[in-house]
């Protein structure tokens, strides 16, 4: 069908855009594979976009550019979920310090385990969310969120990050997570690109505690 149409016919009868287009969304979850989140973070496409809104009005949408000052907000965060169903979800940068020299890679900036269904608030939070804070003069950086469906409700022995740090947030790997916990693969992706704006020096101001 054309997926104009589908996607007005949607709109008019106010279905949400999540659940149409199954084949749309996996061709968007594809395109992670032109910004190389794949093999950088993960090894497969997920079958399916995460959808991620900021309080300030914009969303993600997969490799387009975003600011600092815009994504300074912990957004909310949707997918396909099964109610019955734990989920983790993980926010990671791949390219600290530089796209060019990710020695650090990955920074992560939001890691919440055991989300009943699709209820954030009510998951356990293992890393609190921090904007994006790309140094100056590091060209764009990649912030990929992933989704995993966990296999049951876990206990995870991580140390708790807050927002007040960026102590223990670089030499992640979601990759290396997700097989300590027996994961899978991610269910549902998608990513934003960054660079330094006026709003990176306020946010180390308060990663200084
Ligand atoms: C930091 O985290 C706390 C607790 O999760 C939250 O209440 C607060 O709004 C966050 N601050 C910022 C600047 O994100
Ligand atoms: C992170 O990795 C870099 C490069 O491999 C290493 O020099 C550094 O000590 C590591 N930092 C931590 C906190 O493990």
């Known amino acids: 069908m054309n997926l104009l149409f589908t996607i007005a016919a949607s709109l008019i009868a106010k279905r949400p855009l999540l659940n149409i287009g ?23 496409v997920p079958p399916a976009i995460v959808k991620v809104s900021y309080p300030s009005g914009v969303s993600v949408d997969i490799g387009k550019e975003l600011t600092p000052t815009q994504v300074k907000d912990q957004p909310s965060v949707e997918w396909d979920a099964d109610s019955s169903s734990y989920y983790t979800l993980c926010m990671t ?6 796209r060019k020299d990710p020695k650090f890679r990955e920074w ?8 009943p269904g699709k209820d954030v608030s009510k998951g ?3 890393s ?6 790309p140094p100056p003069d590091t060209g764009l950086h990649r912030y990929v969120f992933l989704v995993y469906k966990q296999p049951s409700k876990i206990t995870f022995d991580e140390k708790r990050l807050t927002n007040r740090s960026g102590d223990g947030r670089n030499n992640f790997s979601i990759k290396k997570f997700a097989q300590k916990y027996n994961l899978g693969n991610p269910i549902a992706g998608n990513m934003y690109q960054a660079a ?3 709003y990176v ?6 990663l200084e505690g």
Not at 93 to 98: G, I, K, L, Q
Not at 128 to 133: A, E, K, R, V
């Open 124 to 126: 356990d939070v293992l």
């Open 201 to 206: 020096p306020k946010l180390y101001k308060q």
């Open 196 to 198: 330094f704006d006026d």
């Open 128 to 133: 609190d969310y921090i904007g994006s804070g």
């Open 93 to 98: 940068d791949p390219d600290a310090p530089s």
């Open 22 to 44: 199954a084949r749309f969304l996996a061709t968007m979850a594809d395109a992670l594979k032109t910004h190389e989140v794949i093999p950088d973070v993960i090894d497969t």
């Open 108 to 115: 992560h900036h939001w890691l919440v385990t055991n989300i």
